[in-house]
């Protein structure tokens, strides 16, 4: 599986942006969006689960981050609403062409694919 992220850039906090991850080769059943800030762990931020339609979020961007998914197109989104300083990261796109169990959903160990990272800043 080959994933190609794009759409990061430098916002401003209260404003929006949508990440995508362009992904090609082997059916993926679970794609979603990591984040790692300078001097940090990368931390899950969340994923679709394909197989049930079920997505999960960390909770740090519950109810402001939504994951989408055109089938047509492969790709999957992140839309980002209300941005604050706390989410400049570098956004990483993962994906894993196995069946994930649900209490290791939010592990990096589960993904197999990643993509390139794409940054976003917000500024206070």
């Known amino acids: 599986v080959q994933l190609q992220a794009s759409g990061g850039g430098l916002v401003q906090a209260g404003d929006s942006l949508r990440l995508s991850c362009a992904a090609s080769?082997?059916?993926?059943?679970?794609m979603g969006w990591f984040r790692q800030a300078p001097g940090k762990e990368r931390e899950f931020v969340g994923v679709?689960?394909?197989?049930?339609?079920?997505?999960y979020y960390a909770d740090s961007v519950k109810g402001r981050f939504t994951i989408s998914r055109d089938n047509a197109k492969n790709t999957v989104y992140l839309q980002m609403n209300s941005l604050n300083p706390e989410d400049t990261a570098d956004y990483y796109c993962?994906?894993?062409?196995?069946?994930?169990?649900?209490?290791?959903?939010?592990?990096?160990?589960?993904?197999?694919?990643w993509g390139q990272g794409t940054q976003v800043t917000v500024s206070s």
């Open positions: 679709s689960r394909f197989s049930t339609g079920t997505t």
């Open positions: 993962a994906a894993s062409t196995s069946t994930i169990i649900l209490s290791a959903i939010r592990s990096r160990a589960s993904y197999d694919y």
């Open positions: 080769g082997r059916t993926s059943r679970t």
